[in-house]
C-alpha cells in the first residue's frame, strides 16, 4: 500500500513544549513538504526538501525545524518559540522538486496547544 | 511572490446543477495550476490540473480551464452530486522550484 503517513492524527501539547510530528512516504519521492493549514486559510509552506540532507525554509518557518536523513522520512518539529501552534499540520511529497511535479499529502496532524 | 486569490469562499448549489469556483493568479511565471478536493479532517486530494501550454482540461464531470492572459483558472463540476461537497483549493506552482501557493479555499455544498 504506497502513500503517504502522518502520524499521530491528534496530537496535545503544553505550553513551552517542543513536539515533533512524523511524517513518512513509500513512493519512493525526492520531495517533501511540510504545510500549516488554519480555519478559513489556504495552506502555508513551513519547509520543503528537494532531496536527502537538504531543506529550504518556506514562507512561515519562525519557530519550526525539520530533518531530512532519510529519503522517505521527513519530521518536523514544532519548537516553544512557535507563538501560535495549534493548527492542522499537512506533509506532502512530489516524485521530484521540479517545476510542476503534482504534490500528494498525508492525512494531517491536528496539533492542539493546552 | 506569488498570490492567488479564490472566489467564492462559500458556495451552495442543487444537485444537479453546475459549480464554478474561479482563482486569479499573479506571477506570469507560474506554470502549473493544480486543484485539490479536501474532505473534513483528511488530507487534499488531486482532483485535476493544468499547465500552462494547455487551455482546458476535462475529466467527466470536472473540467479546468485557464486563461494566462487574464491570469485566472476555474473549476468547473458539472452534474453535482452529494458527495462532491468539500473544501476545493486551487494553487499555483511558480516557474523555479516546485513551491505551491494555494488559494483560500471555497466550501461547496450540494443540497440534495
Known amino acids: 500500500d504506497g502513500g503517504i503517513t502522518q502520524s499521530p492524527k491528534y496530537l496535545f501539547r503544553k505550553e513551552g513544549q517542543n513536539v515533533t510530528l512524523s511524517c513518512e512516504q513509500n513512493?519512493?519521492?525526492?520531495?517533501m513538504y511540510w504545510y500549516r493549514q488554519d480555519p478559513g486559510q489556504g495552506l502555508r509552506l513551513i519547509y520543503y526538501?528537494?532531496?536527502?540532507?537538504?531543506?529550504q525554509k518556506g514562507d512561515i518557518a519562525e519557530g519550526y525545524s525539520v530533518s531530512r536523513e532519510k529519503k522517505e522520512s521527513f519530521p518536523l518539529t514544532v519548537t516553544s518559540a512557535q507563538k501560535n501552534p495549534t493548527a492542522f499540520y499537512l506533509c506532502?511529497?512530489?516524485?521530484?522538486?521540479?517545476?510542476?511535479?503534482?504534490?500528494?499529502f498525508g492525512p494531517g496532524t491536528r496539533l492542539t496547544v493546552l | 511572490g506569488e498570490n492567488v486569490e479564490q472566489h467564492p469562499s462559500t458556495l451552495s448549489v442543487q444537485e444537479g446543477d453546475s459549480a464554478v469556483i474561479k482563482c486569479t493568479y499573479s506571477?506570469?511565471?507560474?506554470?502549473?495550476f493544480p486543484w485539490y478536493k479536501q474532505e473534513l479532517g483528511k488530507g487534499p486530494q488531486l482532483i485535476i490540473d493544468i499547465r500552462s501550454n494547455v487551455g482546458e482540461k476535462k475529466d467527466q464531470r470536472i473540467a479546468v480551464t485557464l486563461n494566462k492572459t487574464a491570469k485566472h483558472f476555474s473549476l468547473h463540476i458539472t452534474e453535482t452530486q452529494p458527495e462532491d461537497s468539500a473544501v476545493y483549493f486551487c494553487?499555483?506552482?511558480?516557474?523555479?522550484?516546485?513551491?505551491?501557493?494555494f488559494g483560500t479555499g471555497t466550501s461547496l455544498t450540494v443540497i440534495p
Open positions: 506532502a511529497s512530489s516524485i521530484s522538486g521540479g517545476t510542476g511535479n503534482t504534490q500528494y
Open positions: 506571477d506570469s511565471a507560474s506554470n502549473y
Open positions: 526538501s528537494q532531496i536527502v540532507n537538504d531543506f
Open positions: 494553487a499555483a506552482s511558480i516557474w523555479t522550484g516546485n513551491q505551491f501557493y
Open positions: 513512493l519512493n519521492h525526492d520531495a
